[in-house]
């Protein structure tokens, strides 16, 4: 795929949906950092429920610590691996108290060290929470950037790699939503909704789906 194609790609997505963002309902990058992390093998959906509940009641550091592990279990048990899950956060939490004066650290590095934050989860909230140009990808966006040709690659990071090089710098901050949305609702896993893509002619899947 030429850089010519990317551009009218994204160019077509932003003027469908100029400004996109996370379908996890937050306030503060801490909320987002905790959505983030409970959304591990779940849906979007699901993690709302449960936060919608939990953040009126604990939405800092403190107050999540305040509820112990047992109390915070009673707002996510709904959320698979809920016991694991709530296990990182109360750790998360510990840190961000004592090492970061309860605020979500803005660098990769610190980021990687919560536990339940991986490279994913620490490029959702560089991007979302502060704004930086990264892409997260998740196995929406690592289907779409190989199946269109966007940005094919083997392996999570060899596609992360190649979007932050190919995406044109107009587009970079937010890609990542751009192309999980699409994942998510068009480009879907088991069959493609190829008829109602808004960029079937560019893409360079050779098995789209009849009308």
Same mark, same amino acid.
């Given at each position: 795929?030429?850089?010519?194609? *990317?551009?009218?790609?994204?160019?077509?997505?932003?003027?469908?949906?100029?400004?996109?963002?996370?379908?996890?309902?937050?306030?503060?990058?801490?909320?987002?950092?905790?959505?983030?992390?409970?959304?591990?093998?779940?849906?979007?959906?699901? &993690?709302?429920?449960?936060?919608? @509940? =939990?953040?009126? &009641?604990?939405?800092?550091?403190?107050?999540?610590?305040?509820?112990?592990?047992?109390?915070? @279990?009673?707002?996510?048990?709904?959320?698979?691996?809920?016991?694991?899950?709530?296990?990182?956060?109360?750790?998360? #939490? /510990?840190?961000?108290?004592?090492?970061?004066?309860? !605020? !979500?650290?803005?660098?990769?590095?610190? =980021?990687?060290?919560?536990?339940?934050?991986?490279?994913?989860?620490?490029? !959702?909230?560089?991007?979302?929470?502060?704004?930086?140009?990264?892409?997260?990808?998740?196995?929406?966006?690592?289907? !779409?950037?190989?199946?269109?040709?966007?940005?094919?690659?083997?392996?999570? &990071?060899?596609?992360?790699?190649?979007?932050? *090089?190919?995406?044109?710098?107009?587009?970079?901050?937010?890609?990542?939503?751009? =192309?999980? =949305? /699409?994942?998510?609702? &068009? #480009?879907?896993?088991? @069959?493609?909704? #190829?008829?109602?893509?808004?960029?079937?002619?560019? #893409?360079?899947?050779?098995?789209?789906?009849?009308?």
């Amino acid at each position: 795929m030429n850089r010519d194609k *990317r551009i009218e790609i994204f160019s077509r997505w932003r003027t469908a949906n100029p400004k996109p963002t996370t379908e996890l309902n937050y306030s503060s990058p801490f909320e987002l950092l905790i959505a983030v992390i409970l959304s591990a093998q779940a849906t979007d959906v699901g &993690v709302n429920k449960a936060t919608d @509940k =939990l953040y009126p &009641v604990a939405n800092t550091p403190e107050a999540i610590l305040a509820l112990g592990l047992d109390g915070l @279990k009673r707002y996510i048990k709904t959320i698979g691996l809920f016991n694991t899950k709530a296990q990182n956060v109360i750790k998360t #939490c /510990h840190i961000l108290v004592q090492k970061h004066d309860s !605020v !979500v650290p803005q660098n990769r590095e610190d =980021l990687e060290a919560l536990p339940g934050v991986g490279r994913k989860t620490a490029n !959702v909230i560089l991007n979302t929470a502060f704004g930086k140009p990264t892409i997260a990808v998740d196995t929406h966006i690592f289907r !779409v950037s190989n199946r269109t040709g966007i940005a094919p690659g083997k392996t999570v &990071v060899e596609v992360e790699k190649r979007l932050l *090089r190919l995406v044109p710098d107009e587009f970079k901050l937010d890609a990542h939503h751009w =192309l999980i =949305l /699409h994942g998510r609702y &068009v #480009c879907k896993a088991r @069959k493609p909704d #190829c008829p109602r893509c808004g960029i079937a002619d560019l #893409c360079e899947y050779r098995k789209k789906t009849p009308a």
